[in-house]
């Protein structure tokens, strides 16, 4: 039960001991600061050995003070009283906190959350209480405690006349006002939530829970719980963490950094392909196309209708003598590149190869015959001139043209005629969908045939070749340069600071010019190829069987963390359970957990939403809401046309209600532009919109931009509307309905769909 001892004594003990952990933080902080400092001012000097040690020291100490930096907000929340003598034969305890941190001696002062020890916080009961004497929250303003909240699980210490004090943590973080930033709940975990955040690295992970329950926050916490189980084995390949949108990323960003990780990737569906900023497919048709398996096979038959055999003989001139190139030449050069397994783009370089030597012997045998069979002149330019023909570029380009992703899908939807022989399988109206202007902006339904076009082309840079071989031979320069230095001043190496004999190659790679140093994370980031260790997906339930494909891809050792509602989808791309989402790429091979309590929805909204879901045949979980609200829901039915006006008439209140909270406005799509530009007249700097809507107090948009945030008062404009843009689908209302921690209000001049008043 929830109690507190006397304030004032155990207040006073608390405050001491915080205070002299953040004594120990700032100690840590400038001894790292010192150290970064020493040793950037040590500058390239000494072996090479030396350098790679100074460039990892500094590596280190730049993350750990990163690390120290990020935490220093609520740096120690918990402590534990345990069963048994401590070293001193006192009881023992421990200070659980963001970190782990020791003082001079490496005596333990605070254990880091993720620690084994640290389990007990969040998994002890009065039933099975772990060893656990006492639970005890420290609630911090700034660095000082300001309150204290006891869970006295041993009923021995009920007798030492501790009383009850304060709402409890839990409930307290719970009515917090949002800030448009999502905060950690490190402090206040559950046990069913802290279970599946411990659960094993290794497999697929499906996390299932309804509206409030926590799965972005489980995601989240999971991610950096791996990150410090598995610190070797995920530090190199890394964490790639995935959301629905550019504002949920904005709104999830400060987590990580505040759990002491800052090294995790972190992308919208949107930008999954380096340089791609993909926009929503507002096309809903468009959208089920492409996010369908079968679009890997179009990919594969587009890149494959690149390679192509002219229908006769092609006649090129090379310095004035035609030349021809006949179908059958073609066809066996391209046999020949196809047999190298290489992928389109490399394959293509030995076809040129080959198709290049064979029109130079042809060249020469047609310079021989007209100088004189005796001519033994030497013609080894011959194949540089061929190289340099228009000509012969024009035609081995249209027999095997080499291509970008961008440029190979761009042309499926704008070419009808590419598009109809490459997917003979679609309707008309299935490939009209499909079909838009080649300067149309690139999509999220898009990116991952972008991404499966590369895996199948290859890496598309014509100066490739020319950059390489322009690169080795400076090499070659630096390489004779660093060997005649070796020669020239051996005898004065060691007064320059390097220590023992060093190489030609050695010098060269010292005085070579480096570019910034990245960290995995920021190498991965940019490179499509990487293969990370883990990846967690948030609002899972949207992805396409195409953007799956994606997502396995980058994550070869199939190590995912899974979160979502099946009843909250609204893509028209996404699946109806996690076993058919799963299925296509790890079977059956999978875990799936369910999270069962709702802690952000009031019991009156949840049910509102719950009921509304069931009437439109959605089956969905309903998790138990820990928590009353204090408005029940309020539905308006207004005149026609009186749509905005009643939403300038009711935001006041509204506002009023959130004090100083978050306020949404959830308008249909086509409605979003109307609606926000009389918001932002009125209210002015306090509208937010576009991924950086959450900075302001009133956010103005869709219940697709809404899925995973939360706000204090949801305004929700004509719910019909919205379920009639999902295709009829009850999901994005059900997502708009429940992103209200306070109050929910519904404004309608149409109908408003059954179960959301409470008499329907």
């Known amino acids: 039960m929830p109690q507190s001892p006397s304030p004032a004594p155990e207040l006073e003990r608390e405050r001491a001991y915080v205070s002299r952990l953040y004594r120990r933080l700032d100690a840590l902080r400038a001894e790292k600061t010192e150290q970064l400092a020493r040793v950037r001012r040590g500058g390239a000097q000494g072996s090479l050995q030396n350098i790679s040690e100074r460039d990892s020291f500094a590596n280190l100490y730049e993350d750990r003070l990163a690390q120290l930096n990020a935490v220093e907000d609520r740096l120690v929340f918990g402590r534990l009283d345990l069963e048994g003598p401590g070293d001193n034969g006192d009881a023992p305890s421990h200070y659980i906190g963001r970190i782990g941190m020791t003082d001079e001696d490496q005596s333990r002062l605070l254990v880091d959350w993720r620690a084994p020890e640290a389990g007990a916080f969040y998994q002890a009961t009065a039933f099975e209480r772990h060893g656990v004497r006492r639970r005890r929250h420290l609630i911090l303003k700034g660095r000082n405690v300001v309150a204290l909240e006891d869970d006295v699980l041993d009923p021995e210490l009920l007798a030492e006349g501790t009383s009850h004090q304060g709402e409890g943590a839990l409930l307290a973080a719970l009515s917090s006002r949002r800030t448009g930033h999502m905060a950690d709940i490190v402090s206040t975990i559950q046990a069913e939530q802290d279970r599946i955040i411990r659960s094993p690295l290794p497999g697929v992970l499906v996390v299932q829970g309804g509206p409030g329950t926590g799965k ?34 904005r709104y999830i960003e400060r987590v990580l950094p505040s759990l002491g990780e800052t090294g995790v990737v972190m992308s919208s569906v949107g930008r999954l392909m380096p340089g791609i900023n993909a926009v929503p497919e507002h096309d809903r048709e468009a959208a089920r196309i492409k996010g369908q398996l079968g679009m890997a096979e179009v990919i594969a038959r587009a890149v494959a209708n690149r390679q192509r055999v002219p229908n006769g003989p092609r006649r090129v001139v090379v310095e004035g003598t035609p030349l021809t190139i006949t179908p059958r030449q073609v066809r066996r050069a391209q046999d020949k590149a196809r047999a190298t397994g290489k992928l389109y783009n490399e394959a293509r370089a030995t076809f040129v190869k080959v198709m290049l030597r064979e029109l130079a012997d042809q060249l020469q045998e047609k310079l021989e015959e007209s100088s004189g069979t005796g001519n033994a002149a030497d013609r080894s330019y011959l194949l540089e001139d061929v190289r340099a023909s228009r000509d012969v570029r024009i035609a081995l380009n249209l027999c095997w043209m080499p291509m970008s992703a961008e440029k190979l899908v761009g042309d499926l939807y704008s070419k009808p005629e590419i598009l109809a022989a490459v997917a003979p399988e679609m309707a008309y109206a299935e490939r009209r969908a499909l079909l838009r202007g080649a300067d149309a902006p690139w999509t999220e339904a898009d990116v991952p045939l972008l991404d499966e076009a590369a895996e199948l082309l290859g890496a598309f840079d014509a100066s490739v070749g020319r950059e390489q071989a322009q690169a080795e031979a400076s090499r070659k320069r630096d390489l004779a340069n660093a060997e005649q230095a070796l020669q020239n001043v051996s005898a004065t190496l060691a007064e320059i600071g390097i220590d023992g004999s060093v190489s030609a190659e050695e010098l060269a790679n010292l005085n070579e010019e480096t570019g910034q140093r990245l960290s995995a994370a920021e190498r991965a980031a940019s490179d499509r190829n990487w293969a990370y ?8 339930q949207e992805l396409s069987p195409m953007q799956w494909r994606l997502l396995m891809r980058r994550c070869p050792l199939k190590s995912f963390t899974v979160v979502g509602d099946i009843a909250q989808a609204s893509s028209a791309a996404s699946v109806g359970s996690w076993s058919a989402a799963m299925e296509p790429f790890v079977g059956s091979r999978f875990t799936l957990e369910e999270l069962t309590v709702n802690y952000r929805t009031p019991v009156q909204i949840a049910e509102a939403a719950a009921r509304m879901a069931q009437e439109a045949g959605l089956a969905v979980s309903t998790p138990k809401a820990v928590r009353d609200g204090e408005w029940p829901p309020v539905v308006d039915r207004i005149g026609t046309g009186e749509l905005v006006s009643a939403t300038m008439a009711a935001l006041p209140t509204e506002i009023r209600i959130a004090d100083g909270g978050l306020v949404a406005v959830i308008v249909p799509t086509h409605r979003i532009d109307d609606v926000r530009a009389t918001v932002v007249g009125e209210y002015g700097r306090r509208v937010g919109s576009g991924s950086g809507a959450l900075d302001q107090d009133i956010v103005v948009t869709t219940a697709t931009q809404a899925k995973g945030l939360e706000f204090d008062v949801v305004l929700v404009l004509e719910p019909q509307e919205i379920v009639e843009e999902a295709g009829g689908s009850v999901g994005d209302l059900y997502v708009a309905m429940t992103r209200a921690t306070q109050r929910l209000h519904v404004l309608a001049e149409g109908n408003i769909p059954a179960g959301i008043e409470s008499g329907d």
């Open 216 to 249: 972005t926050a489980v995601a989240l916490h999971r991610a950096a719980f791996l990150l410090y189980e598995h610190r070797e084995r995920l530090k190199s390949a890394g964490v790639l963490l995935v959301g629905p949108s550019t504002a949920f990323m």
């Open 533 to 540: 260790g883990h990846v967690v997906v948030d609002e899972a």
